[in-house]
């Protein structure tokens, strides 16, 4: 397809246990983003990928959080030592940067759903 | 940094009534914004944007937006909601310079009876 894909859909984990979320985005997109979303609350930037250049990871909520990202391509969250807090639904989108005044129209993928017992 | 304000966070309508949901903004700069959908089991998907220019910005299935850059606000209306608008919906601002990563709202709960 030509949408943004996730993987797992869901995932329950056990406290402690680290986890691995990936994220296919859509082919030619050079900007990627991860966010978090709560039972009940907004979207909360965690991440961002644009091309080569280093990520803004000022949304990561702590060092167990981190990201990576192949060139234009694939991206995995990793999660160490998973928290019952850490539990949320998890969504990737992808954009085309072509102002860089400007914020992007994203195109979200349908996220993976974390519980952590 | 902006933030977004969303003031509604559960509507509940018939069909048919008018739907109006309130997005207030804080943002210092060249402001973009957003409103994004996600109905039942689909992905959020963009609704309607504005970034410059007729600040009545009009959307998918019958959606429009007004800016009023004195009010910081970007509220959605519809005149007449149907059962499928039934849907969570975001608000979202960015802008220029390095805010354009967009900051979303809590959302809006939306339900319209049939």
């Known amino acids: 397809g030509a949408g943004v894909s996730q993987s797992p859909s869901n995932k329950v984990t056990e406290k402690g246990k680290d986890v691995e979320l990936r994220c296919d985005p859509i082919?030619?997109?050079?900007?990627l983003y991860w966010y978090r979303q709560r039972l009940g609350q907004g979207l909360e930037f965690l991440i961002y990928?644009?091309?080569?250049?280093?990520?803004?990871k000022s949304g990561l909520p702590s060092d167990r959080f981190s990201a990576e990202r192949t060139g234009e391509s694939v991206s995995t969250l990793t999660i160490q030592r998973t928290q019952q807090e850490d539990s949320a639904v998890y969504l990737c989108?992808?954009?085309?940067?072509?102002?860089?005044?400007?914020?992007?129209?994203?195109?979200f993928g349908p996220g993976t759903r974390l519980t952590v017992l | 940094a902006q933030s977004v304000s969303q003031h509604n966070h559960h509507v509940i309508l018939s069909e048919a009534a008018s739907l109006e949901l309130g997005c207030n903004y804080s943002?210092?700069?060249?402001?973009?914004l957003f409103w994004y959908v996600q109905y039942p089991g689909q992905h959020l998907q963009l609704l309607l944007k504005?970034?410059?220019?007729?600040?009545l910005v009009k959307g998918i299935k019958g959606f429009e937006a007004e800016f009023i850059k004195s009010k910081f606000s970007f509220n959605l209306r519809k005149p007449s909601v149907q059962w499928s608008d039934t849907a969570e919906y975001f608000c979202?601002?960015?802008?220029?310079?390095?805010?354009?990563?967009?900051?979303f709202g809590r959302g809006t709960s939306l339900i319209v009876h049939p």
């Open positions: 979202a601002v960015g802008g220029s310079g390095g805010s354009y990563i967009p900051t």
């Open positions: 990928f644009q091309g080569n250049s280093a990520p803004d």
């Open positions: 504005y970034f410059s220019g007729d600040p």
């Open positions: 943002y210092g700069g060249t402001v973009n």
């Open positions: 989108a992808s954009s085309l940067r072509r102002d860089p005044n400007r914020s992007d129209t994203q195109y």
């Open positions: 082919s030619g997109h050079t900007a």
